[in-house]
């Protein structure tokens, strides 16, 4: 399901694992103002300010839920290496795929406890998925079976289970 165009406020607002001040930091996606939202089950972006965070917003029946991504400092993270995006499964060439932690929401969160994952260096997960971006370098081919719609939702289950592991819920 496509997200709902979103206002500034609203994804300044959104985010449950960063500080208030944080989230009011954030610059916004350069191209915000021309995003195909209607392609875009989520929001997904390298902050323009500072090229180690990323910012994710997912549309929610409350209303979005932001999460604030950053690239883990070298020998921190125990998750295998992975040419594979684990959100969408777009296999790309290594540099097409970041490993980005989350910080915990909450008291977790704030003692340094992170949650990370192998993710579309653009986090444009949802444009690979339609087939309107495609991998500089795909990595290996292998032949989908499933359908697109079949394709999203899988997305939007790997997305839903990561968001789970960062809000603890
Ligand atoms: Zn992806």
Not at 5 to 28: H, M, Y
Not at 66 to 90: A, D, W
Not at 103 to 127: H, K, Q
Request: charged share 25%.
């Amino acid at each position: 399901m496509p997200v709902e165009p979103l206002t500034e406020k609203q994804i300044r607002a959104s985010f449950v694992n960063c500080t208030k001040g944080e989230a009011a930091r954030l610059r916004l996606p350069l191209d915000f103002t021309e995003l195909p939202w209607k392609e875009l089950d989520f929001l997904g972006w390298v902050d323009p300010g500072a090229p180690l965070r990323a910012h994710l917003v997912l549309p929610r029946e409350d209303g979005p839920l932001g999460i604030s991504l950053r690239v883990p400092s070298v020998g921190r993270t125990s998750v295998v290496k992975s040419s594979l995006c684990q959100i969408c499964l777009t296999g790309h060439a290594s540099s097409g795929v970041t490993l980005l932690a989350a910080p915990l929401a909450g008291a977790r969160g704030r003692e340094g406890n992170t949650v990370g994952t192998y993710i579309c260096a653009d986090l444009a997960c949802p444009l690979y998925v339609r087939g309107k971006r495609q991998p500089k370098l795909r990595a290996g081919r292998y032949e989908e079976s499933l359908t697109l719609d079949e394709r999203l939702a899988r997305m939007s289950e790997n997305l839903d289970a990561f968001v789970a592991r960062v809000t603890g819920t």
